[in-house]
């Protein structure tokens, strides 16, 4: 069985893992992850550097511990994977940083791995889930918003991005409007889901759809936010302290997020007609995106919808290990020897695109 050690340290969090590829599909065979939420929550959100001093603490016992969980030593692991980019760089650097390290002295072949592309090849991680092509894949997290379609493995055409804030960033500012402690993806997502199971019938549209009836499929959510500003700044002080309130406005706002992100999806699918759909990324972990992705793909039954468990939405080492190892396994000899002669030169990239 073909065994590779993963490292993640793309933002706030540290994580290894341990990826087995067992008849040709890629399975956990240890996931470890440190993180830093409660440490970045006092500022609001994520410092770069504080977050790399984080991870020089944590890299060396997140391995240790990820080859421990597996009950491997580092002899019988193939290659290292690691998170190429996109990120930021302070925190890119200490994990290609240690992974060029080990590849060095372990002598094993280093992949550089693309962040989002981990996001995709999670879903391979749902019990009996396996990807058929074509495929949609709807990536939403901090950073990014994007439609992605692929043809077979690791082909991917970008269909449409967001032209200014990602959901994800966009959740986590409303989020500080609304006074609520970071992240603030969840904070919101707890609110919204509360009031809408005691208040179902509650139907008010205070929020616009960006671009949702544009004839792209580019997003938008910048707008958005500041709806949400203006409308706040309507309201008297005692009513923003009201926890009611809150709720209210933390339902209309994710509600209008996710009829963006589902309308914007259901018009690739009729365009497109893909055989899968996946969502990834960490904002992929919102209950009611998933439960909308749901209904909304009931009326297409020729297309399969995957989620990767909830373990596996936010940042961690294995969906990085399980594209790696996806990609290890079609390489040739010469292809895995070139990896091991140059692992020393492997570099982080900010912006590293999926391709």
């Known amino acids: 069985m073909l065994k590779i050690l993963a ?29 830093q939420a409660k440490l970045h929550a006092a500022w609001g959100g994520v410092i770069p550097n504080l977050a790399a001093r984080e991870h020089v603490k944590n890299i060396i016992p997140m391995v240790e511990s990820a080859l421990h969980e597996a009950s491997l030593t580092p002899q019988a692991i193939d290659a290292i994977a690691v998170t190429e980019g996109p990120g930021l760089i302070p925190a890119l650097l ?5 992974a060029k390290t080990l590849a060095l002295a372990w002598q094993k072949p280093l992949l550089g791995v693309n962040h989002l592309e981990g996001h995709i090849y999670a879903n391979l991680f749902t019990p009996g889930s396996a990807l058929r092509f074509p495929l949609l894949a709807l990536i939403v997290s901090g950073g990014h918003t994007q439609l992605i379609l692929m043809r077979d493995h690791f082909l991917y055409q970008l269909l449409g991005e967001t032209e200014d804030d990602a959901a994800g960033e966009a959740f986590d500012k409303v989020a500080r409007m ?9 904070e919101i997502g707890k609110r919204a889901d509360a009031f809408r199971l005691a208040e179902p019938a509650f139907s008010t549209k205070r929020f616009p759809r960006p671009m949702l009836s544009s004839d792209n499929y580019q997003f938008s959510f910048s707008g958005l936010k ?15 302290t009201d926890t009611g309130f809150i709720a209210e406005m933390a339902h ?5 997020v996710v009829d963006t992100l589902v309308g914007k999806t259901e018009r690739a699918i009729q365009e497109y007609q893909p055989k899968t759909l996946v969502i990834a990324g960490g904002v992929s ?13 009931a009326d297409y039954s020729d297309c399969q919808f995957l989620m990767p468990p909830f373990q596996y939405s936010l940042d961690n080492a294995a969906m ?8 290890y396994d079609r390489m040739t000899e010469s292809d895995r020897e070139q990896l091991q002669q140059h692992a020393s030169s492997l570099e982080p990239s900010a912006h590293f695109p999926l391709a």
Do not use: W
């Not at 972990?285 to 793909?297: P, S």
């Not at 990085?320 to 990609?327: K, M």
């Open 320 to 327: 990085i290990g399980a594209a790696a190892i996806l990609r």
């Open 226 to 240: 500041t709806a949400v500003l203006y409308s706040l700044k309507k309201e008297s002080a005692e009513r923003l």
């Open 252 to 256: 209309e706002f994710q509600e209008a």
């Open 285 to 297: 972990a919102n209950a009611r995106l998933r439960e909308r992705m749901e209904t909304m793909i």
């Open 7 to 35: 490292i993640e340290t793309s933002c706030d969090e540290t994580a290894a893992a341990v990826i087995g590829l067992e008849h040709a599909s890629p399975i956990v065979l240890s996931s470890v992850v440190s993180s």
């Open 178 to 186: 609304f006074g609520l402690p970071y992240p603030g993806g969840p």
């Open 94 to 98: 200490v994990g290609v940083s240690a």
